[in-house]
């Protein structure tokens, strides 16, 4: 996502050079939701600089952030109040928080159909444009959105959102360094409207950054501002944890399986190694909770084949987060059936 830069001085017999990253571009493949694949966000209400903008841009993001949970992209039909929302296709769930984001992926954008927290759903009548493809540093749209939700009152909501790529460089996050990565400022301007004895409004606007890199299906970091004409200023920021993406192989592992997947009792995880390396996996549940003990394996190169038994586990959801010697971190999702 960063733009070559040769800078080259030439003296009578000195040649000086310096090359930049290259310049990232972001695509359908590389960012949009895939279903099957679960993602943990470790987030925080502080304050925190975006850091600055331009080409090969460097950023440190401290951010000491709480897990929010796991959050599974599943079909949209399967999620909560998923029948609302006739023009998605992949909802994000969250148990931990009760909350469903929709989302329509296409080959030239990421649409944005609304969302479920609790028992108020937000349904866009016209959804909000989060991404177009391909998307290039310094590339910008503008697009208009509606949606509408019920909360005492029946609130309209109407806005646009414009979106530019304002950087590319290194990212840092608690979770690791990152290149070739693309900064997004997104801005999103919006009126809720209630119609009652008395005209209400509510006037929103979201001042956003994120960070993406290609092959991960979520931003890597965020950092926004939120200001609103009924509760004031609040900040936000979040990070993804681990430095791989979501269902992305890391350079140390070649591939990965988990079988059967359903289970009853026993599973086995393959894990294909390019080189010898302790391995750390620890199960969770859908809330982010260890529901089996931590294993540490020595591995070899190559194959090798690790069981572990899931037969006092109760149906459900479940993660295994397996942790190679390069602090890389793979989520493989997993149901136990009875």
């Not at 470790?42 to 796991?70: C, D, E, F, K, R």
């Not at 979770?175 to 801005?187: E, I, K, N, S, W």
């Amino acid at each position: 996502m960063t733009k070559h830069l040769l800078h080259l001085m030439i003296g009578s017999l000195v040649l000086l050079c310096s090359a930049s990253i290259a310049q990232p571009v972001l695509t359908a493949t590389g960012i949009n939701p895939v279903i099957g694949e679960s993602f943990t966000l470790y987030g925080s209400t502080a304050q925190v600089s975006p850091g600055g903008a331009g080409p090969n841009a460097t950023w440190n993001l401290a951010i000491s952030g709480t897990s929010t949970g796991v959050s599974t992209y599943e079909a949209a039909a399967s999620a909560p109040s998923g029948s609302s929302f006739t023009g998605a296709t992949v909802a994000a769930y969250n148990a931990t928080t009760s909350a469903a984001q929709f989302y329509k992926p296409t080959t030239t954008d990421l649409e944005y159909c609304g969302l479920v927290v609790g028992a108020v759903a937000t349904v866009y009548s016209s959804p909000e444009i989060y991404m177009q493809y391909p998307f290039s540093y310094t590339n910008s749209f503008t697009h208009n959105f509606q949606a509408q939700y019920t909360s005492g009152y029946t609130y309209t909501r109407k806005g646009h959102v414009t979106v530019t790529s304002d950087a590319y460089g290194t990212l840092t996050t608690p979770a690791g360094t990152f290149t070739d990565v693309m900064r997004v400022h997104m801005v999103e301007a919006y009126t809720d409207s209630a119609h009652t004895l008395n005209p209400y409004e509510i006037n929103i606007t979201n001042d956003e950054y994120l960070w993406y890199k290609t092959g991960y299906h979520l931003y890597l970091a965020y950092v926004g501002t939120t200001t609103s004409s009924q509760s004031g200023t609040t900040y936000g920021a979040a990070y993804l944890t681990g430095n791989v993406g979501i269902n992305s192989t890391p350079d140390l592992l070649l591939s990965s399986n988990l079988y059967p997947n359903p289970a009853i009792n026993n599973m086995t995880l393959d894990l294909n190694l390019k080189e010898n390396q302790k391995v750390q996996i620890r199960f969770v549940n859908s809330l982010g909770q260890q529901v089996l003990n931590s294993q540490t394996v020595d591995c070899l190169q190559g194959l090798n084949s690790i069981q572990f038994d899931v037969a006092d586990l109760p149906e459900g959801i479940y993660f295994a987060e397996i942790t190679l010697k390069d602090n890389a971190i793979v989520n493989k999702r997993f149901v136990v059936t009875k």
